[in-house]
């Protein structure tokens, strides 16, 4: 199994700035889509952004210009830059990877794994 590790998240005022990090171990062969999705209580998981192997990027429109998804390839890890936080922006982010790994007794399998989830909360 590949498992996902996130960290940074905490409490900042509106118009604060906080980065997010997730990182992925086990038996990686590659990585492809890594990303970042947010969930309220009530609510579905929404996604937020996303990043290919390649470096292509997608973003929802609430928090395009304000949000920036980066990823360090050699390290498995994705990160979340946030700036101009609002108070909507308050949710559990989770990280999510679509990656390839190496079966325990040979070959490969395709997979998804979701981290434990970080709380952003955004109160004056």
């Known amino acids: 199994q590949v498992q996902l590790v996130e960290s940074g998240g905490g409490l900042v005022q509106p118009g604060g700035s906080l980065r997010l990090s997730c990182a992925a171990s086990?038996?990686?062969?590659?990585?492809?889509?890594m990303g970042w999705y947010r969930q309220v209580p009530g609510k579905e998981r929404e996604l937020v952004a996303t990043?290919?192997?390649?470096?292509?990027?997608n973003y929802a429109n609430s928090v395009k210009g304000r949000f920036t998804i980066s990823r360090d390839n050699a390290k498995n890890t994705v990160y979340l830059q946030m700036n101009s936080l609002k108070p909507e922006d308050t949710a559990v982010y989770y990280c999510?990877?679509?990656?390839?790994?190496?079966?325990?007794?040979?070959?490969?399998?395709?997979?998804?794994?979701w981290g434990q989830g970080t709380q952003v909360t955004v109160s004056s």
């Open positions: 086990g038996s990686i062969f590659s990585i492809n889509t």
């Open positions: 990043i290919t192997s390649d470096g292509s990027t």
């Open positions: 999510n990877a679509d990656y390839i790994r190496f079966k325990a007794f040979g070959g490969r399998r395709e997979g998804t794994s």
